[in-house]
C-alpha cells in the first residue's frame, strides 16, 4: 500500500472514532438532563368528593333482571393528599346514608327504606373503612371492612384506575350482616314486581356496587 493512502487511511479513522464518541458523549448528557427533570417532578392527589359516586345493581326474577340505582349521600374522610394513589385509598372510610337510595322510582325507593333498611339496627348508615390495597396504579384489589345492621365484616374488591379516576366494585351478600328479616319484609312487599314470566317470586340476596371518583392532581418541580 502506497504510505500517502495508508497515512491518509489512519487520519480518517481517528477523526472518525473521535467523532463517534463525541456524539455518544454528548448524547449521554442529554438522556442524563432528562432524567433528572422528570425525576424533579412531583405529582399530587387530592380527593374530590363532588365526583363520587355509588352505584348498585340488584337482582330479581330467575334471569337475575337488573335492578339499577344511586346512593345520593355519602360523606368521606381519612382520604389524604397522597403522591400515590393506592396510598390515598387506604385507610379511608366511607359512611352511607340509606335514606337517600335512589332507583328512579319513588315507590320502589320507599318499600326499600322502610322495609330492607328499616328492619336494620342502625339500619340508616352503611360505613366501612379501606384496610388494604393490593396492586399498582393500574389495577389491583383490596379489603373494606363493612358494618352494617350492627355487624362488620370484611369484603373484597377490584379496583382499576384510568388516569385519575378510580372504579371499585365490589358484591355485598346481605346474608352475611343477618339481614334476612330485611331481604324477606321487602321480597313480601315487592312480591308482584319480583314474579317473573316462569311465575317464580324471587328476589337476589346479592347486589353489585361499583364506586366511581375523580382524584384531582397538582403537579409541582
Not at 350492627?150 to 372504579?167: A, H, M, P, Q, R
Not at 319484609?185 to 364506586?211: N, R
Request: include cysteine.
Amino acid at each position: 500500500m502506497n504510505y500517502k493512502n495508508l497515512l491518509l487511511t489512519l487520519v480518517l479513522g481517528t477523526f472518525l472514532l473521535s467523532s463517534c464518541s463525541t456524539k455518544t458523549e454528548e448524547t449521554e448528557a442529554i438522556e442524563s438532563t432528562e432524567i433528572e427533570v422528570i425525576e424533579d417532578v412531583a405529582v399530587t392527589y387530592s380527593y374530590d368528593h363532588s365526583s363520587t359516586g355509588i352505584y348498585w345493581t340488584a337482582y330479581k326474577h330467575s334471569a337475575k333482571v337488573a335492578v339499577q340505582g344511586i346512593m345520593d349521600s355519602i360523606e368521606v374522610t381519612g382520604a389524604e393528599d397522597s403522591q400515590s394513589i393506592l396510598d390515598l385509598l387506604t385507610n379511608t372510610s366511607f359512611t352511607v346514608y340509606s335514606s337517600s337510595i335512589d332507583s328512579k322510582d319513588l315507590i320502589r325507593d320507599e318499600k326499600i327504606r322502610k322495609f330492607f333498611f328499616g328492619n336494620m339496627v342502625n339500619g340508616e348508615v352503611i360505613s366501612g373503612e379501606i384496610i388494604s390495597v393490593l396492586g399498582d396504579e393500574t389495577d389491583g384489589d383490596g379489603t373494606i371492612n363493612l358494618k352494617m345492621n350492627d355487624l362488620e365484616k370484611e369484603i373484597s374488591f377490584v379496583y382499576e384506575i384510568e388516569g385519575e379516576t378510580v372504579k371499585i366494585r365490589c358484591t355485598i351478600d346481605f346474608s352475611n350482616w343477618n339481614c334476612t328479616k330485611s331481604l324477606d319484609e321487602l321480597h313480601e312487599a315487592c312480591d308482584e314486581k319480583h314474579t317473573g314470566e316462569d311465575g317464580k317470586s324471587i328476589f337476589w340476596p346479592t347486589v353489585d356496587v361499583l364506586i366511581e371518583t375523580t382524584l384531582k392532581v397538582e403537579i409541582s418541580t
